[in-house]
């Protein structure tokens, strides 16, 4: 091999680039947005001030926020023929994957993104484009799910009224705004809103970075959120608790099949590759579950399940030894089904809390103008060999 190669596998030491968007310490657990806390933004901002923040880099001030929202109002329409995709998808096809496909699908309509040296105006132009009408696809993907017919924004309502709106209003002249949905709403995308340079976004930063269009990009990101080893653990985390539940909640013999190395079972939502301490966020995501269940009257034993497996887990010598923690993905799903999503939107929601701040890191990326992203690889394939003829094989 020409020059020299350190290997590291799945990048567990390697910083891939330079960025000032979020800062993470997980030996502390501690996570900050442009030098916010998570905890001081799920407690006091909405999601679309922060989707500000982390894109553009401060708070906004008031009129800037009306502006921000306003602009990502108007575009919160899609193009009809975008729903001619859905007379394609099998009945039960999976979210995510109809997800990443609408979302590639936008550059077809959305041509002019695709031009080479956007000016910043026209960036911009194409991230409120995508705030807006991802919030539309991912309630139509819903509404399909059901087989109802889509229902259209509703530009009175804030960003995420509007996404609640256009997904769980089943006659728009009785819908009422349940605040306390809307703030758990509000608070659970912020807590997804960025994550430094995770899997999905390091797909975004490195299909960018080789000029492909912002779609593209985060349809990209999309799939590799799909995996259950990153954003599509939320999904599995409910599964799993739901097996368990059927199976007599007998918590002990799960811990003992998740330390089984030779039990493929590992205890979805715990442990993290940069926490090695409790995630912060599913610090906050667990006191809004007791909060919102008892608001919304619900008891949901899957609940009483995920904090007896965390107790169980946080003393035991497999877990401690290795800083297994619950993370984001532990208890999210809980408040998603309480507030009537499927467990199949599940991570198409980690998606849409997600976007500002792959947008976020697009842009930076673009900003730094960082060169195609392109490792290198330690050989061990065979040494020259000569072409044989078929018959002589
Ligand atoms: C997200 O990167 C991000 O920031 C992601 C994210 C974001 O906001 O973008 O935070 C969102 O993806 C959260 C993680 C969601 N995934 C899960 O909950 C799936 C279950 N967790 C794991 O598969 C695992 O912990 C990862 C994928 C999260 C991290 O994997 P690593 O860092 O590659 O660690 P590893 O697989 O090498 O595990 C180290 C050891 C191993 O044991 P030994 O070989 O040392 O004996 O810990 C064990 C693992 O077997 N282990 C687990 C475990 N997680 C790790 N054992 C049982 N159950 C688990 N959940």
């Known amino acids: 091999q020409s020059g020299y190669v350190t290997l590291d596998i799945g990048y567990k030491n390697t910083g891939a680039t330079k960025s000032a968007i979020t800062f993470l310490d997980g030996e502390k657990g501690i996570l900050k947005y442009r030098g916010y806390s998570i905890e001081q933004l799920a407690e006091n901002a909405s999601f679309i001030e922060v989707a500000y923040l982390?894109?553009?880099?401060?708070?906004?001030?008031?009129?800037?926020?009306?502006?921000?929202?306003?602009?990502?109002?108007?575009?919160?329409?899609?193009?009809?023929?975008?729903?001619?995709?859905?007379?394609?998808?099998?009945?039960?096809?999976?979210?995510?994957?109809?997800?990443?496909?609408?979302?590639?699908?936008?550059?077809?309509?959305?041509?002019?993104?695709?031009?080479?040296?956007?000016?910043?105006?026209?960036?911009?132009?194409?991230?409120?484009?995508?705030?807006?009408?991802?919030?539309?696809?991912?309630?139509?993907?819903?509404?399909?799910?059901?087989?109802?017919?889509?229902?259209?924004?509703?530009?009175?309502?804030?960003?995420?009224?509007?996404?609640?709106?256009?997904?769980?209003?089943?006659?728009?002249?009785?819908?009422?705004?349940?605040?306390?949905?809307?703030?758990?709403?509000?608070?659970?995308?912020?807590?997804?809103?960025?994550?430094?340079?995770?899997?999905?976004?390091?797909?975004?930063?490195?299909?960018?970075?080789?000029?492909?269009?912002?779609?593209?990009?985060?349809?990209?990101?999309?799939?590799?959120?799909?995996?259950?080893?990153?954003?599509?653990?939320?999904?599995?985390?409910?599964?799993?608790?739901?097996?368990?539940?059927?199976?007599?909640?007998?918590?002990?013999?799960?811990?003992?099949?998740?330390?089984?190395?030779?039990?493929?079972?590992?205890l979805m939502g715990f442990g993290h590759r940069v926490y090695k301490n409790f995630d912060p966020r599913a610090k906050i995501i667990k006191k809004a579950c007791d909060d919102i269940l008892e608001k919304l009257g619900i008891n949901d034993e899957v609940l009483e399940i995920a904090k007896k497996l965390e107790e169980v887990a946080l003393k035991d010598p497999y877990f401690v030894e290795r800083k297994l923690y619950p993370n984001v993905d532990f208890y999210s799903g809980i408040i998603y089904r309480a507030l009537g999503f499927p467990t199949e939107m599940f991570t198409v929601l980690f998606a849409l809390g997600r976007l500002p701040g792959w947008i976020a890191q697009w842009k930076e990326m673009k900003e730094n103008k960082e060169p195609i992203g392109r490792p290198r690889q330690i050989y061990t394939g065979t040494t020259d060999r000569e072409y044989r003829d078929i018959k002589d094989r």
């Open 54 to 266: 982390l894109i553009y880099g401060e708070l906004p001030t008031e009129a800037q926020l009306t502006d921000f929202q306003y602009q990502v109002s108007r575009h919160t329409l899609v193009h009809e023929d975008m729903k001619k995709f859905f007379d394609g998808f099998p009945s039960k096809s999976h979210p995510m994957g109809q997800l990443s496909s609408l979302i590639g699908a936008l550059a077809a309509f959305n041509p002019e993104s695709l031009k080479q040296g956007l000016s910043t105006e026209e960036v911009n132009l194409e991230i409120m484009k995508l705030l807006a009408k991802m919030s539309t696809v991912v309630s139509w993907i819903y509404k399909k799910s059901l087989g109802h017919p889509v229902v259209y924004p509703q530009n009175k309502y804030d960003y995420v009224t509007n996404f609640l709106y256009m997904t769980f209003a089943e006659r728009t002249e009785d819908y009422k705004v349940d605040r306390v949905v809307v703030d758990v709403m509000n608070k659970l995308l912020i807590l997804h809103a960025d994550h430094e340079q995770n899997c999905s976004t390091s797909t975004v930063r490195i299909v960018g970075s080789s000029d492909a269009n912002l779609y593209a990009s985060i349809s990209a990101g999309i799939s590799a959120l799909w995996g259950p080893l990153h954003g599509g653990a939320n999904q599995a985390v409910i599964e799993m608790l739901e097996k368990i539940k059927n199976d007599g909640g007998d918590t002990d013999k799960w811990i003992a099949k998740a330390k089984d190395k030779n039990d493929p079972f590992r």
